[in-house]
């Protein structure tokens, strides 16, 4: 059976999300990645919050080059808004996505923001 890119995609996110768990000290980074727009949001899956949430979509990255940038920009944006939170590590899930591009470089941008991935 040939599976298609979107169930692919799911099927390695269940396998990374058996394995990893963000709790209040270290939520998980999750990213969401969409053919106009890249997504970020600190979860803490111990009670199902949503402690920070950043995107491309927002007025302040909008405009800001191609969307590597925009992407680059929100991993920032993402670090500042958890450094305002009190939380200085993450756990990167990568939603299912390669480590390529869009994904590498809002990875990069939490980094330079000073997020411990």
Known sequence: MQLTKLKRRKRIHSRVRKKIKGTAQKPR??????????YAQLIDDVTGNTLASASSFEAAVANEGNKSDQAKEV??????????????????DRGGYLYHGRVKSLAEGAREGGLNL
């Open 29 to 38: 980074l999750n990213v969401y990645r969409s053919n106009r727009f890249i």
């Open 75 to 92: 991993g920032k944006l993402i670090a500042e808004r958890a450094k305002a939170a009190g939380i200085d590590g993450v756990l990167f």
